[in-house]
């Protein structure tokens, strides 16, 4: 059984003889492969001769990566690095529900909006159902958002959901708020400057971009074909200023203050470098958030400081002093009598207090404010020549400076001026004609420098990693001898220690300060003075002089409203922190010893 079931399971092989096989199947194949190759040979011809120039361009169109200009602005910065300005990316997030599309899907399917919703729920964080409003029935174009920082931008990036864009744009922020709302100015929501350095220095703040064409392989690695020179290159400069933001904060808060205080319309506080003009302060009040500007009034967009005319009232009189000196028509050592009351062309002037004061020095003329002494005074020098001197210190001029919407003083004609003596009269005394507090500040500058009119500035230039480009500024031009100005200056220390005696605490122990209030008559009408403006004014050291401060307050509406009860504190508190700052040392009488801190 064995060998019969072995035997049926033994398959049978049937052998057969090969042949060659013929040669015409072998020329089939053969041509068949000829003419495959000579096709190849003819599309490479074609494609090498006749549509080079096309797939040439269409090859770098895909190699080349051009990065189109954002249209990003410098930074402005302070005297020390502190950001004023800054733009910083954003993002919009737009989306198109007809290409919703999770990764791993089929190339068909198109998600539900609900299932994006909640992926973006997160990121943006937002409820679903806010999400689903928004998007609405429309398959496309849809903005779900804007402002979004790179962190939230990135974090829906990682999600990969087709249908959803991220459009990169500059937005321009301002880090210390209102601080600098008066000077730095602000864009729109279309980025247009509308106030402030971002207006009068627009083209300054444009960064120097350009679309730039870059070649890259197939991973992104950047190639070395074509890259030219400075392409990897950016705009890394900023503007930077000579204000300190330190001595801003303290000038903002005691000037805000102080009108809250007196219930006042605005006030300005301003901090010189009387050697070259630069701004360390620049404050006033009202003000507003140049980040929310529309919730604003047009009103605040503007810097009063240097856009609004005021009468400098007895600020004024030591530039008086100065002019009388210099023309000889007085003498340091001479004496005036103030009888309280003086008529000119009919109209009678009399002192603040309608007080006589009898015979003053001309120290003390400034010390009490003597109005008389004043017109007296001025009355020796030649209306013409008081009027050339006028507008020699640049009364009636728009003053060189970078500041935006900078306007002139208003004087007289010099015909009025001459043939109508009550305009002299009351010039002496610092009305009658008007000017910006900035242009009160440079002309004090002028007392303490020795003579030199400085151009008023708050840019230092355009800042880089390590190199300053400074702005050129205009030579500072000799306008009074510094001989004259040393006696002027010397008697307005003795008003801050007259205001000692007084009772008004205006000096700092330690340290030699000379200064001058004002409280001048303001009118609204051009006929009743029925308001006041408040001002005062220092410079300091006396020893070595270096800095003006300068603090005006408009209309404030409480009684006993003077420079002295408005003004001054402001301004002390503000000297205070400048010494401090700025490390002055105290000050050093003739006999080489420290002034006495008592």
Known sequence: MKTINSRKKRKVFKIKTLSPLSNYRFEIVFLLLSLGLCGLFLRVGWLQIFQADELRALAREVQTEKKKPLGTRRSILDRNGKLLAIDEKRFKLWAHPRYFNFPGDSFEKVRQPVEVAK???????KSVDEILNKLGNYSSGVKLAEGLTPERANAINKLRISGIDLEVYPQ??????????NVVGFLDLDRRPQAGLELSLNKELKRLEKTSVLRKGAD???????VRRGVFEEDQLNLQLTLDVRLQEVAVKEITKQVKEWNAKKGVVIVMDIDTGEL??????PSYDPNKYWDYSPSLFKEWSVQELFEPGSTFKPINLALALEEGVISPNGEINDDGLVRVGGWPLSNWDRKPNGVLTFPEVLQVSSNVGMVKIMNKLDASN?????RRLGIDEIPETDLPGAVGGQIKSKQIFINQPIEPAVASFGQGFSITPLKLA???ALIANGGKLVTPHITKGLKGDSQLYSQTLTESKQVLSPEVTKIVLGWMETVVSFYKESGIAANVPGYRIGGKTGTAQKSQDGLNYDSKICSFVASLPIDDPRYVVLAVIDEPQKPNAYGATVALPVAKKIIETLLVIEQIPPSIDKNEHLVSKN
């Open 119 to 125: 992926l973006l729920s997160a990121p943006l964080s």
């Open 220 to 226: 992104g690695t950047p190639l070395p074909i074509g």
């Open 442 to 444: 440079q002309l004090h």
């Open 172 to 181: 321009r922020l301002y880090p210390h708020g209102s601080l600098f709302a």
């Open 280 to 285: 360390l302060a620049l404050a006033s009040t």
């Open 386 to 390: 008081y009027w050339q001197w006028l």
